[in-house]
């Protein structure tokens, strides 16, 4: 047994985070320590690398773009009581779905390939999403195991694909051929140039644009439809929804769904925005962090944009930081990713429950 | 003698909450000592003090006149405390003696723990006759044995004082006696009796004296043969209360809900509801007695469409119920209305804010929103007004839904079903874990409602509310309907018989 947690929402939406990475920082500062570093030189290199400069922001803000979408993705699902780790997967599909609207329609003009794309990336993430969804309404398949088998099943169908049937005869690359190029989505630097005015040139593209877009679109949905109201009911409290009338099943599916389809988002961000083309492996991993950031950003958009901004600047400056200081390594950086996902993740009840307990004092004291 | 226990000036605060303020209190030993008062009056937090479970945050414990300090439920027992809590824990795959031995197995290997738990066993049975078979699987037994299991264990572990909280909730009038029986020769053997309740009529019933806890504070020590319930009941509350609401007589209308035949399963396989026809009329209430767990909570959810029953059929009235239609969100549509048993797991949803849970059931009510948006300004609005209505207290609609108290929960729920003009309106417990104030408020709306001409089919596993407010009073045993009284003539002995199940020869 344990006082009831209480906080003012500030604190538990704003403090407790900030608390869990100044913490996070000092650990990891105590790793570089360890190899021989200064962790004060490396913090500089993190944060001149991913925000000193207009082509490291850019690259920071391409790199948010993706865990925004997957971190709603997460959220979604999290707010209707699943836990959807199978972004990676989802987003491995959608790229699929990109690559068979955009190479099979191109004779369309670019205002209708680019719609029907950002469709098609959307419909095969929600499928690959809908089937696990099904399996736990209708069948009480558990939603992580049967995600994670998912995110096999997706990675192995791309390469069966990618070398057998969608890659190009000439070429020795399990890759498509290029996306034509009127479905490219106009880079930042492109649209900023077109207005005269010339920033850094980087991967950064208008998909962040669409991924704010979502961030509003899912508060919307979750906090203020009739649809994201049985989401939660369902989601907090599965038996009420049954007194409601509320069918959990079909809940299930539509979350999952939804979730899917954000989840497809990280597809055109890294391909219709920057890559152009289908190829392996191009989710690198971020599906995953779409869990530490809906975690981070207690699944509110708000939170998840911010979240996902420290991992942009985590992600970006970390590569500066192992190019500048060979000593930290790539792996390292991981290293800090992974200690700053469990400081905000994993031990956030500890500083809850710390900075609950403080809050209680103050206001006996003051009573 | 020193007393058994003596509490002096505890403190305890859950952040803004004052648990307990400057509590004293005193138990004799070899006595039987009630502690009374409302819900959230801070009986349970002194008790969970006692036993260790939380620390005060000032404040001294005495046992046996001297003070000592109890951390963790393990000094407790040390101290010769025991307690059985309302919610049994005992582990139900596991034999008596297995239960009894956990935590006490006394070294590695079980053989020579278990010889003497079977000894001592055999000794408590001989003095206080505690008799149970040993060997039986503890989730086997009925409630009341399983009772005597947390019992035995609490005894087996050296308890001089025992604390009892709310221990008859889940038994029969019949194993209530057996147990107020047993706790009499407990007395007489020298044991320290502590009983948490609600219920005064077993305060007047057992204890030698009693304390009355208020907000927090013990506002009173009596004699039990110095007072009376109403006195009790004015003390607990810091008013007057009626304990009984006034109704008139009634003839009932045209019969709304019909229940012909109606068996459910649950979804173990195991059958829950055999056979229950019955009737309720307009301006009606008809009550339903039984010890909780004989197929009244699924029995009320088969009706409201939240269990699809294996056999038999509803009328609405006079109108036969589809299966196809037989779901919450039609039925609702169709005027029946239903306040559920369990308020926090299905009533309300206590991580909303009170004015989502206010739509709990309706959310697609088009008037609540305009197309897939809901308006919140309306709902905190309606909210609003409705606690105005309902006295609902703090009238706060943005308020977190487990903030509010227990009766003002329900009172949120009741308004949300109330205000919905029901035609069937179906009652679960409407004043379980409520304090007597809100009581008061809720009976006298169902009354207002059933003289309104509203059809009502009240649950409760409290006796006297069911014969305070019902015309008409079905007993359920083992999921069976095992009689029909009219409330006026009848009483609890014979209830009380119907309610274990000994066949009915009258109807």
Same mark, same amino acid.
């Given at each position: 047994?344990?006082?009831?947690?209480?906080?003012?929402?500030? !604190?538990?939406?704003?403090?407790?985070?900030?608390?869990?990475?100044?913490? !996070?920082?000092?650990?990891?500062?105590?790793?570089?320590?360890?190899?021989?570093?200064?962790?004060?030189?490396?913090?500089?290199?993190?944060?001149?690398?991913?925000?000193?400069?207009?082509?490291?922001?850019?690259?920071?803000?391409?790199?948010?773009?993706?865990?925004?979408?997957?971190?709603? !993705?997460?959220?979604?699902?999290?707010?209707?009581?699943?836990?959807?780790?199978?972004?990676?997967?989802?987003?491995?599909?959608?790229?699929? *779905?990109?690559?068979?609207?955009?190479?099979?329609?191109?004779?369309?003009?670019?205002?209708?390939?680019?719609?029907?794309?950002?469709?098609?990336?959307?419909?095969?993430?929600?499928?690959?999403?809908?089937?696990?969804? /099904?399996?736990?309404?209708?069948?009480?398949?558990?939603?992580?195991?049967?995600?994670?088998?998912?995110?096999?099943? !997706?990675?192995?169908?791309?390469?069966?694909?990618?070398?057998?049937?969608?890659?190009?005869?000439?070429?020795?690359?399990?890759?498509?051929?290029?996306?034509?190029?009127?479905?490219?989505?106009?880079?930042?630097?492109?649209?900023?140039?077109?207005?005269?005015?010339?920033?850094?040139?980087?991967?950064?593209?208008?998909?962040?644009?669409?991924?704010?877009?979502?961030?509003?679109?899912?508060?919307?949905?979750? /906090?203020?439809?009739?649809?994201?109201?049985?989401?939660?009911?369902?989601?907090?409290?599965?038996?009420?929804?049954?007194?409601?009338?509320?069918?959990?099943?079909?809940?299930?599916?539509?979350?999952?769904?939804?979730?899917?389809?954000?989840?497809?988002?990280?597809?055109?961000?890294?391909?219709?925005?920057?890559?152009?083309?289908?190829?392996?492996?191009?989710?690198?991993?971020?599906?995953?962090?779409?869990?530490?950031?809906?975690?981070?950003?207690?699944?509110?958009?708000? *939170?998840?944009?911010?979240?996902?901004?420290?991992?942009?600047?985590? /992600?970006?400056?970390?590569?500066?930081?192992?190019?500048?200081?060979?000593?930290?390594?790539?792996?390292?950086?991981?290293?800090?990713?992974?200690?700053?996902?469990?400081?905000?993740?994993?031990?956030? *009840?500890?500083?809850?429950?710390?900075?609950?307990?403080?809050?209680?004092?103050?206001?006996?004291?003051?009573? | 003698?020193?007393?058994?226990?003596?509490?002096?000036?505890?403190?305890?605060?859950?952040?803004?909450?004052?648990?307990?303020?400057?509590? =004293?209190?005193?138990?004799?030993? +070899?006595?039987?000592?009630?502690?009374?008062?409302?819900?959230?009056?801070?009986?349970?937090?002194?008790?969970?003090?006692?036993?260790?479970?939380?620390?005060?945050?000032?404040?001294?414990?005495?046992?046996?006149?001297?003070?000592?300090?109890?951390?963790?439920? =393990?000094?407790?027992?040390?101290?010769?405390?025991?307690?059985?809590?309302?919610?049994?824990?005992?582990?139900?795959?596991?034999?008596?003696?297995? =239960?009894?031995?956990?935590?006490?197995?006394?070294?590695?290997?079980?053989?020579?723990?278990?010889?003497?738990?079977?000894?001592?066993?055999?000794?408590?049975?001989?003095?206080?006759?505690?008799?149970?078979?040993?060997?039986?699987?503890?989730?086997?037994?009925?409630?009341?044995?399983?009772?005597? @299991?947390?019992?035995?264990?609490?005894?087996?572990? +050296?308890?001089?004082?025992?604390?009892?909280?709310?221990?008859?909730?889940?038994?029969?009038?019949?194993?209530?006696?057996?147990?107020?029986?047993?706790?009499?020769?407990?007395?007489?053997?020298?044991?320290?009796?502590?009983?948490?309740?609600?219920?005064?009529?077993?305060?007047?019933?057992?204890?030698?004296?009693?304390?009355?806890?208020?907000?927090?504070?013990?506002?009173?020590?009596?004699?039990?043969?110095?007072?009376?319930?109403?006195?009790?009941?004015?003390?607990?509350?810091?008013?007057?209360?009626?304990?009984?609401?006034?109704?008139?007589?009634?003839?009932?209308?045209?019969?709304?809900?019909?229940?012909?035949?109606?068996?459910?399963?649950?979804?173990?396989?195991?059958?829950? @509801?055999?056979?229950?026809?019955?009737?309720? %009329?307009?301006?009606?209430?008809?009550?339903?007695?039984?010890?909780?767990?004989?197929?009244?909570?699924?029995?009320?959810?088969?009706?409201?469409?939240?269990?699809?029953?294996?056999?038999?059929?509803?009328?609405?009235?006079?109108?036969?119920?589809?299966?196809?239609?037989?779901?919450?969100?039609?039925?609702?549509?169709?005027?029946?209305?239903?306040?559920?048993?369990?308020?926090?797991?299905?009533?309300?949803?206590?991580?909303?804010?009170?004015?989502?849970?206010?739509?709990?059931?309706?959310?697609?009510?088009?008037?609540?929103?305009?197309?897939?948006?809901?308006?919140?300004?309306?709902?905190?609005?309606?909210?609003?007004?409705?606690?105005?209505?309902?006295?609902?207290?703090?009238?706060?609609? %943005?308020?977190?839904?487990?903030?509010?108290?227990?009766?003002?929960?329900?009172?949120?729920?009741?308004?949300?079903?109330?205000?919905? =003009?029901?035609?069937?309106?179906?009652?679960?417990?409407?004043? %379980?874990?409520?304090?007597?104030?809100?009581?008061?408020?809720?009976?006298?709306?169902?009354?207002?409602?059933?003289?309104?001409?509203?059809?009502?089919?009240?649950?409760?596993?409290?006796?006297?509310?069911?014969?305070?407010?019902?015309?008409?009073?079905?007993?359920?045993?083992?999921?069976?309907?095992?009689?029909?009284?009219?409330?006026?003539?009848?009483?609890?002995?014979?209830?009380?018989?119907?309610?274990?199940?000994?066949?009915?020869?009258?109807?």
């Amino acid at each position: 047994m344990s006082a009831p947690l209480d906080l003012p929402r500030w !604190a538990d939406t704003v403090l407790v985070p900030a608390i869990s990475v100044v913490a !996070a920082f000092l650990v990891a500062g105590l790793v570089v320590l360890a190899i021989g570093e200064n962790p004060l030189t490396a913090t500089r290199w993190l944060l001149q690398g991913s925000l000193g400069t207009g082509e490291g922001l850019g690259f920071t803000l391409f790199y948010m773009t993706d865990f925004i979408f997957v971190g709603l !993705a997460v959220a979604v699902a999290y707010h209707a009581g699943l836990f959807n780790i199978g972004g990676e997967g989802q987003a491995t599909l959608a790229g699929l *779905g990109i690559a068979l609207v955009l190479n099979n329609l191109t004779f369309l003009p670019g205002f209708l390939l680019i719609p029907l794309g950002i469709l098609g990336a959307a419909a095969f993430g929600a499928l690959w999403a809908a089937i696990p969804g /099904y399996l736990q309404a209708k069948r009480g398949s558990h939603i992580v195991i049967t995600t994670i088998m998912f995110n096999w099943l !997706a990675s192995v169908l791309l390469v069966y694909l990618l070398v057998n049937v969608l890659r190009e005869p000439q070429s020795m690359n399990p890759e498509t051929r290029a996306f034509p190029e009127q479905s490219y989505i106009p880079f930042m630097h492109d649209v900023f140039a077109a207005f005269g005015v010339e920033i850094p040139t980087s991967q950064l593209n208008l998909t962040l644009v669409l991924a704010l877009a979502s961030a509003y679109f899912v508060w919307l949905l979750i /906090y203020r439809s009739r649809l994201g109201y049985a989401i939660r009911v369902v989601g907090s409290n599965p038996s009420a929804a049954v007194y409601a009338g509320i069918s959990p099943a079909r809940i299930i599916i539509i979350a999952m769904v939804l979730s899917g389809a954000l989840a497809g988002g990280l597809a055109v961000n890294e391909l219709m925005g920057y890559q152009h083309r289908l190829l392996l492996e191009f989710t690198s991993g971020y599906g995953f962090v779409g869990i530490a950031v809906a975690l981070m950003g207690r699944a509110h958009p708000v *939170g998840i944009i911010l979240a996902s901004l420290l991992f942009g600047i985590l /992600y970006q400056g970390g590569a500066e930081l192992a190019f500048e200081q060979p000593a930290i390594t790539r792996d390292m950086v991981v290293v800090i990713g992974g200690i700053i996902i469990l400081f905000a993740g994993a031990l956030d *009840g500890l500083f809850r429950r710390l900075v609950a307990h403080l809050f209680a004092r103050q206001k006996l004291a003051r009573a | 003698m020193s007393p058994a226990i003596e509490l002096i000036a505890i403190n305890k605060s859950f952040g803004a909450v004052h648990a307990n303020k400057d509590v =004293n209190l005193s138990v004799e030993r +070899g006595t039987i000592h009630g502690i009374v008062g409302e819900n959230g009056a801070g009986k349970s937090t002194l008790m969970s003090i006692l036993y260790g479970f939380y620390e005060a945050d000032s404040g001294e414990v005495r046992v046996n006149g001297k003070p000592i300090v109890i951390r963790t439920p =393990n000094d407790a027992i040390h101290a010769g405390i025991g307690m059985v809590h309302q919610h049994f824990m005992l582990v139900e795959p596991l034999s008596v003696v297995e =239960n009894v031995m956990l935590g006490a197995e006394g070294g590695a290997m079980l053989r020579v723990g278990e010889a003497k738990v079977r000894a001592e066993l055999a000794r408590l049975a001989k003095d206080y006759g505690l008799e149970i078979d040993v060997d039986a699987t503890v989730g086997d037994l009925s409630v009341g044995l399983q009772q005597r @299991v947390e019992i035995l264990k609490a005894l087996y572990r +050296g308890a001089d004082i025992l604390i009892l909280d709310e221990p008859t909730a889940v038994l029969t009038p019949a194993e209530a006696d057996a147990l107020f029986g047993l706790l009499r020769s407990l007395k007489e053997q020298g044991k320290t009796v502590i009983l948490i309740t609600h219920k005064l009529r077993e305060i007047m019933a057992i204890t030698d004296r009693v304390s009355v806890m208020r907000r927090g504070e013990m506002v009173a020590t009596v004699e039990t043969a110095n007072t009376s319930p109403p006195e009790l009941a004015e003390l607990m509350v810091g008013r007057r209360v009626l304990l009984r609401v006034e109704k008139a007589e009634k003839t009932p209308g045209a019969p709304l809900l019909e229940v012909d035949n109606l068996s459910v399963v649950d979804s173990r396989g195991v059958l829950r @509801v055999a056979n229950a026809s019955f009737t309720v %009329r307009a301006g009606e209430i008809v009550g339903i007695a039984g010890v909780a767990g004989n197929g009244q909570s699924e029995l009320l959810e088969a009706i409201a469409g939240m269990r699809q029953p294996v056999l038999g059929s509803l009328r609405l009235e006079g109108k036969a119920i589809h299966s196809s239609e037989h779901n919450p969100h039609r039925m609702r549509q169709l005027g029946l209305l239903h306040v559920p048993e369990d308020r926090l797991r299905t009533g309300l949803v206590p991580a909303f804010p009170a004015f989502e849970s206010a739509i709990l059931g309706f959310s697609d009510e088009p008037h609540l929103g305009r197309g897939p948006i809901l308006d919140h300004d309306r709902l905190i609005e309606d909210l609003a007004k409705k606690m105005e209505q309902y006295d609902v207290r703090p009238p706060a609609p %943005r308020l977190k839904s487990s903030k509010f108290s227990g009766g003002n929960q329900q009172k949120i729920v009741l308004a949300r079903e109330i205000e919905r =003009n029901p035609k069937v309106l179906l009652v679960g417990q409407p004043t %379980r874990g409520v304090d007597i104030g809100a009581i008061e408020f809720i009976h006298r709306r169902l009354i207002t409602l059933r003289d309104a001409g509203v059809a009502i089919l009240l649950v409760s596993v409290e006796l006297d509310e069911i014969m305070n407010l019902s015309d008409r009073i079905l007993t359920m045993c083992g999921g069976k309907i095992t009689g029909e009284r009219k409330a006026s003539q009848t009483n609890e002995q014979e209830l009380g018989l119907l309610m274990a199940g000994v066949v009915d020869e009258a109807a």
